[in-house]
């Protein structure tokens, strides 16, 4: 992520340390939203005295949001996430998310967003294949979209697109884009376009179960394997 958080963690530390809570800082982590501090506890009775704690920190630190931890990897270390105000929020890094999606062994990996800590978060659209992306108005859904779009068309062999767009808005950046970037040639943006495209794509299914019955296999990942 780009930019600076704002968490003291010398001070989430004393605070934690005033409620008997004797933990010794490993790592501080800014993510676009919250910070994630690796705390190492002393004994495992400071697990307990950290579950009590957990509800103080806000109040000690002046934040509006109460804060979560969770158990970490390793010897007593617990994972401390700490919400911050909106005026210090990151933005994640694009650079960042096209490196994750080109280090993926994925057939369409993805990355829609980043973790809590703020690394790219990464899964393979092949194992996922009936998205639904749903939330209210003003949540990122379009953004979601676009992202998705974006990964896609960042592989080496980015595969067709096949577009709907009823309200000839969410996609006119892509209408630019020829035969060999969308399926069909266009944007399908009346109820005529849409059905006949999906017409072509159920035709298009059946072609393709037909080659992965010769073949023998399930599914294009076991395809590709032989």
Known sequence: ???????????????????????????????????????????????????????ILPFELGQGHGATFEIAGGERRIALFLPRPSSTWLTPNVPDAIKAIRASDGILPITPGVTVDGRPYVFDLIETPHLFVAGQTGSGKSV???TIIGCLRELDNPPLLALVDPKEM??????????????????????????????????????RQSVLAKLKVIDLAEARAR
Not at 171 to 192: C, H, M, N, Q, W
């Open 1 to 55: 992520a780009e930019g600076k958080g704002t968490i003291d963690s010398s001070r989430v530390v004393d605070v934690l340390h005033g409620q008997n809570v004797s933990c010794d800082l490993e790592e501080q982590t800014e993510g676009p939203r919250l910070t994630k501090l690796t705390l190492k506890l002393k004994s495992s009775g400071d697990l307990g005295r950290m579950r009590r704690a957990i509800d």
């Open 144 to 146: 979601c979209v676009h």
């Open 170 to 207: 969410e996609f006119v950046r892509y209408s630019e884009l020829g035969k060999d970037d969308i399926y069909g040639g266009e944007i399908a943006t009346t109820p005529e376009d849409t059905q006949i495209l999906l017409d072509k794509l159920v035709q298009e299914m059946g072609s």
